[in-house]
C-alpha cells in the first residue's frame, strides 16, 4: 500500500541518520535510537490525532481488523525507495502508538556483522537444531538471514522461512525459498509448521520459538532428517537450553533433555553493545558447538556442565560472552565500564582486566 508522505519523511531521516529503530509515541516528537541512544526529533510533539493517523495509515483492512481484536500487531511495510521496514504498532493509555525497524536491503558479509567463522560450518549441516539467542535488537533476524543467503549461495535444496514479519526478501540463487509472514501467510508459528513438513524442505528457519506446541514441532523437525535454525529470547547457551526444557511439563522434561541431546548443533548468543567512541554498536557473541560430551551432559541433566564444555572447546572456536567482551577490550574496542556492565561475572571480569593491564606493564 501507499505510504503517506508525512511518514516516508520519518522513515527518509531515519536511513539517512542511519537509526536501529524509530519510536512514536504520544505527547513526544518522532524519536530514534541511533548508536544506542534515544534521539529526539526537531519537530512539535505528535498529538493523540497524529499517532492514529501515522499508525493507521500503515495498515491494510485486514490488519487494522486483527489490531482491533488483539491491541497489538507486528507486520512489515516497502517503499521501492527506502526499503523495508518491521512494524510494531500497540496501545499506550488507549492511544496507538508503534516502534519502526528499518531492515537490512543487502545480506552484510560474515566480516561485516563480526560473526564467528563457525557459524559457515552450522549452514552446512544437513539436519539438527541451530539456535540464535539474544535480547531484542541484538540482530538475531540478521545473523538468520545471513545464514538463510550463505545456504542459498552454497546448495541446491529448498529453504522454508516462517517469519514474524519478513525482513529481507531473498532471491533465488541455488537454493528454492518459501517465505511465510505471521498473520500474512500463516496463522501461527506451531501450525506453519506442522504443514511445512509436509512441503519437502531441506531447511527450516523458525522467528522465534515462543512456546511448546512451535518448540516441539521443532525439535522433531531437526530430529527427521531437516536443519532447523530458530532464535530465542535467552542472553546465553547455558540459559537456552533450560528455557526449551522449561517449556514443557514436568513430565515431559526428560524426553525433551533427550530430544535436545540428539539433536541440537549449536547455540550462538548475540549482544550489541556501544563502541568506545560511542559511534556504533559491536556484536559480542557466545558460541558452543555440541560435541560428545555436551550431548552427554545434556541428556544428565548436567547443563552446568556446558560452560566447561565452552571453555575446553577455544581450539574449536567456542568462546563465552565474557571471553568475547575480552578481546574487544583488549583490542580498545570498547571501554571498561562496557566491558565490565555485560559481563556474566564483573568481579571476575575486573580481576582479567586488571592482571591484564599488570602484566602489560611489567
Not at 557466545?286 to 541433566?301: F, M, S, T, Y
Request: overall charge neutral; some cysteine.
Amino acid at each position: 500500500m501507499e505510504i503517506s508522505a508525512e511518514i516516508k519523511r520519518i522513515l527518509s531521516l531515519a536511513r539517512r541518520e542511519n537509526a536501529s529503530d524509530i519510536h512514536i509515541v504520544v505527547n513526544l516528537p518522532p524519536m530514534f535510537r541511533i548508536n544506542g541512544e534515544i534521539v529526539l526529533a526537531d519537530r512539535p510533539p505528535l498529538t493523540k490525532e497524529d499517532s492514529a493517523r501515522l499508525c493507521f495509515g500503515l495498515l491494510n483492512a485486514e490488519q487494522k481488523k486483527t489490531f482491533e481484536e488483539n491491541w497489538q500487531l507486528c507486520c512489515s511495510i516497502y517503499d521501492s525507495e527506502l526499503g523495508r521496514f518491521r512494524v510494531s504498532i500497540y496501545y499506550q493509555a488507549g492511544n496507538p502508538e508503534m516502534s519502526i525497524r528499518p531492515v537490512m536491503d543487502h545480506i552484510k558479509t560474515r566480516h561485516e556483522l563480526r560473526l564467528p567463522e563457525e557459524i559457515e560450518d552450522l549452514t552446512r549441516l544437513t539436519s539438527g537444531l541451530v539456535l540464535i539467542t539474544g535480547p531484542t535488537g541484538c540482530g538475531k533476524t540478521t545473523t538468520m538471514n545471513y545464514m538463510v543467503d550463505l545456504i542459498n549461495s552454497e546448495r541446491r535444496c529448498k529453504i522454508i522461512a516462517i517469519e514474524d514479519p519478513v525482513e529481507f526478501l531473498h532471491r533465488q540463487k541455488k537454493a528454492i525459498i518459501v517465505q511465510q509472514e505471521l498473520y500474512t501467510d500463516v496463522k501461527s508459528f506451531s501450525s506453519a509448521l506442522i504443514h511445512v513438513l509436509r512441503q519437502d524442505p531441506n531447511v527450516i528457519c523458525v522467528g522465534e520459538m515462543r512456546d511448546l506446541e512451535t518448540t516441539e514441532t521443532a525439535l522433531i523437525a531437526a530430529e527427521t532428517g531437516h536443519l532447523v535454525i530458530a532464535t530465542c529470547h535467552t542472553s546465553s547457551a547455558l540459559q537456552t537450553v533450560e528455557r526449551i526444557v522449561s517449556i514443557f511439563p514436568e513430565n515431559q522434561q526428560p524426553q525433551i533433555y533427550l530430544q535436545l541431546a540428539n539433536c541440537l548443533q549449536g547455540i550462538i548468543a548475540q549482544r550489541l553493545i556501544p563502541s568506545a567512541d560511542k559511534k556504533q554498536r559491536i556484536l559480542a557473541t557466545e558460541l558452543l558447538l555440541i560435541n560428545g560430551p555436551a550431548r552427554k551432559h545434556i541428556r544428565d541433566h548436567q547443563l552446568h556442565q556446558l560452560m566447561s564444555i565452552i571453555q575446553t572447546g577455544r581450539r574449536k572456536g567456542m568462546h563465552s560472552m565474557d571471553d568475547s567482551l575480552m578481546e574487544l577490550y583488549e583490542k580498545g574496542e570498547i571501554s571498561y565500564d562496557v566491558a565490565i556492565c555485560n559481563s556474566s561475572d564483573p568481579t571476575q571480569m575486573r580481576t582479567k582486566i586488571h592482571n591484564q593491564s599488570k602484566t602489560q606493564k611489567e
